[in-house]
């Protein structure tokens, strides 16, 4: 079983962090909104399709920015998504259909 989407928001002394998730066989979808004078990192986890015994290419799209390719080598189970300032982002994974493992099509 596979959770497919959860939120949570975290209280802290700058203001609440809130992140929320979506995610389905080949993409994984983060929103997260950070405190105003804040700075967060992201890491994603790869999909649960996605094989873990070699390199994986994938996707990387923020805030409905250009997607860039990222490579990830090694079995890593997460993509980091990079650093973010305060305000709300909207970071998502995507896996191309090549890189699904066939048990999860």
């Known amino acids: 079983m596979c959770i497919r989407d ?3 928001t975290l209280p802290t002394v700058r203001g609440a962090i809130t992140a929320g998730f979506n995610q389905s066989v080949d993409s994984f979808e983060l929103s997260v909104v950070v405190p105003s004078g804040s700075v967060a990192s992201v890491l994603l986890p790869l999909p649960i399709s996605v094989s873990a015994d ?8 923020v805030d409905g920015g250009t997607e860039q390719a ?11 998504a990079g650093r973010y300032t305060g305000g709300v982002h909207r970071i998502t994974l995507t896996i191309p259909q090549s890189e699904i493992a066939p048990k999860s099509r």
């Open 70 to 80: 990222i490579e990830v080598v090694g079995g890593h189970a997460y993509v980091p």
């Open 54 to 61: 070699g390199p994986c290419n994938v996707t990387l799209a």
């Open 6 to 8: 959860s939120s949570y």
